[in-house]
């Protein structure tokens, strides 16, 4: 789903809400969650999951079409942990899908 199918979604389980006033919504709650984690703070939303930000190191890599050795700077990541409600949601309506068999 991207925002615009969110802020439609919303739009049509509340009629009495103007579409602009829910896109306002949204965007403010995605800038506060950006905001914090770019002050290093970390963000949980009860039932779905927490934000937070992990910092990577300095490290050399591979450039994967020449071998070439590539210097990586060091970086800051987000990183998102599904909560418990999230995961047991989750595994209940992919219960009944079987694996697909890998050759």
Do not use: Y
Request: aromatic residues 6%; proline residues 4%; without cysteine.
């Amino acid at each position: 789903m991207i925002k615009s199918e969110l802020v439609q979604k919303l739009a049509d389980e509340n009629p009495h809400l103007f579409t602009r006033d829910i896109e306002r919504i949204v965007n403010t709650v995605l800038n506060e969650i950006s905001d914090s984690l770019a002050n290093g703070d970390r963000v949980e939303l009860r039932g779905f999951g927490a934000f937070s930000v992990k910092h990577r190191e300095a490290r050399i890599g591979r450039n994967p079409r020449t071998g070439e050795a590539v210097a990586i700077e060091e970086k800051w990541t987000p990183f998102f942990k599904a909560g418990k409600e999230m995961r047991e949601r989750l595994n209940r309506k992919f219960d009944d899908v079987t694996p697909i068999d890998q050759d």
